[in-house]
């Protein structure tokens, strides 16, 4: 975790497009419906946009969202489930609103988002539950 951390602050040359290679390899080999560890575990940022589209989507009052499932996330970014396992988690672990889900649901665990090299700390805490996280950090501390 502190290799990771220390790498997040400096500028290597290519480590953004190797990484964003290797998310494309490990998610060629992993199933997330069988897995559904994040949304168990973790759970996304709701923000205003995403409540905005959920509630359009299931027909519910944002109002009401919000006092139902939300929470503040405590660092001001936006809003974090009340409770976990995720409530729009299905049995099987499909998602139930997945067509409206949130961007952090969609772009999680950021292993192909633009700037991941400085957020290489937040991904070694990722890797506690996500193994494709896990696989992606393996393979970095292995390079670099
Ligand atoms: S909204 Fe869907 S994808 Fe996001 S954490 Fe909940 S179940 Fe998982
Ligand atoms: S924890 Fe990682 S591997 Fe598991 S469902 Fe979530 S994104 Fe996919």
């Not at 897995?35 to 905005?52: A, E, H, S, Y």
């Not at 976990?84 to 999680?108: E, K, M, W």
């Not at 700037?115 to 292995?142: H, Q, V, W």
Request: aromatic share 8%; net charge neutral; proline share 6%.
């Amino acid at each position: 975790m502190k290799k990771l951390r220390l790498l997040s602050k400096r500028n290597i040359p290519g480590i953004e497009r190797q990484i964003h290679a290797w998310h494309e390899e490990v998610f060629g080999t992993i199933d997330c419906t069988a897995c559904g560890l994040c949304c168990r575990n973790m759970g996304p940022i709701f923000r205003n946009t995403d409540v905005k589209h959920i509630c359009a989507a299931i027909g519910a009052d944002p109002k009401r969202f919000h006092e139902d499932y939300l929470q503040q996330d405590p660092d001001g970014v936006g809003f974090m489930l009340r409770e976990l396992p995720c409530p729009f988690q299905n049995a099987d672990n499909t998602c139930s609103i997945y067509d409206v889900r949130t961007l952090s649901c969609v772009n999680f665990p950021h292993t192909n988002s633009v700037n991941i090299r400085r957020k290489l700390g937040g991904l070694a805490l990722d890797s506690l539950y996500c193994p494709a996280a896990f696989m992606i950090c393996e393979k970095i501390m292995e390079t670099y």
